[in-house]
């Protein structure tokens, strides 16, 4: 069973930028399909970005519009959400997601594993 953990999170000023990295064990993260949500306060955890197990395929959800970038780094079995052009709206906990299946999927029931969640704090 893979476990995950966050860390990167913080507070920063509209405009700025945060990586968030997800860092797995008990798991090799190039044999999952590994996921980016968000929750903010009263709100449904919402999909971010998916990278597929090969690495090849990402996908995106539609207010990233080019700010987010999703990457890994398999020697040190960990993912990356690059974040830039932050805005107050992207304050939420950012959790990393692993499913043991191949498929970009955007649902939080498709994904198997879930890390604890990582507060992001966009001030105005």
């Known amino acids: 069973q893979v476990q995950l953990v966050e860390s990167g999170g913080g507070l920063v000023q509209t405009g700025g930028s945060l990586k968030l990295s997800c860092a797995a064990s008990?798991?090799?993260?190039?044999?999952?399909?590994m996921g980016w949500f968000r929750q903010a306060l009263g709100k449904e955890r919402e999909f971010v970005s998916v990278?597929?197990?090969?690495?090849?395929?990402?996908h995106y959800a539609g207010f990233v519009k080019g700010r987010f970038t999703i990457s890994r780094d398999n020697a040190k079995n960990t993912v990356y959400l690059q974040m830039n052009s932050l805005k107050p709206e992207d304050t939420a906990v950012y959790y990393c997601?692993?499913?043991?299946?191949?498929?970009?999927?955007?649902?939080?029931?498709?994904?198997?594993?879930w890390g604890q969640g990582i507060q992001v704090t966009v001030s105005s």
């Open positions: 997601a692993a499913r043991n299946a191949l498929g970009l999927m955007v649902v939080t029931t498709a994904y198997d594993y």
């Open positions: 008990g798991g090799t993260v190039s044999t999952y399909t």
């Open positions: 990278m597929s197990g090969s690495g090849r395929s990402t």
